[in-house]
């Protein structure tokens, strides 16, 4: 499963790189193609309860993220200072919902930036990394995603720990 889940981020990763900066804004009703899939198999996303509810946990999620102060999403005090005007908070909210949707092999395709790219030079700490993902806890917890659920579901963001924590 591990392996599974490592090769379809990385292969996630390399097509956010072709697509960097080329996509277009859509709905969880606009999604671009199927998820790869066995006859009857039931993915991660089918099983936090499809796009809507990925897209709201993403929406509450950066919500949440922005307004706490150990996260610093706003990078204050850093050279990647970042505005969050109501349409820079919208257009993250689609593309971490969209990348929430890959991530649990939903039929999104993400359409935000490189990951790499977009976090060099942030410095972004280890404590930072930590509430961030203590902040898409509370969020899970809201929406009373099962424990389970939550622990495959927070691995597979925290697979992307190292192109993100850069201290």
Not at 19 to 38: D, H, L, M, S, W
Not at 51 to 70: E, K, M
Not at 122 to 150: C, H, Y
């Amino acid at each position: 499963m591990v392996r599974c889940c490592t090769t379809r981020l990385v292969w996630g990763i390399v097509s956010v790189t072709l697509a960097a900066g080329c996509g277009t804004a859509g709905t969880p009703e606009q999604v671009k193609n199927e998820p790869i899939r066995a006859p009857g198999e039931v993915t991660l996303f089918d099983r936090l309860g499809g796009g809507s509810a990925i897209y709201a946990i993403a929406d509450n999620f950066i919500d949440r993220a922005i307004a706490d102060p150990q996260v610093n999403f706003r990078r204050e005090g850093h050279a990647h200072t970042w505005n969050a005007t109501p349409d820079s908070v919208a257009r993250l909210k689609l593309y971490w919902a969209q990348y929430f949707d890959m991530l649990a092999d939903g039929p999104q395709v993400y359409e935000g930036r490189n990951i790499f790219d977009t976090h060099h030079g942030m410095d972004i700490s280890e404590g930072e990394w930590v509430a961030l993902l203590n902040d898409l806890k509370s969020s899970l917890d809201q929406f009373q995603v099962p424990a389970d659920l939550q622990k495959e579901f927070i691995a597979r963001v925290a697979g992307t720990h190292d192109a993100v924590v850069n201290e």
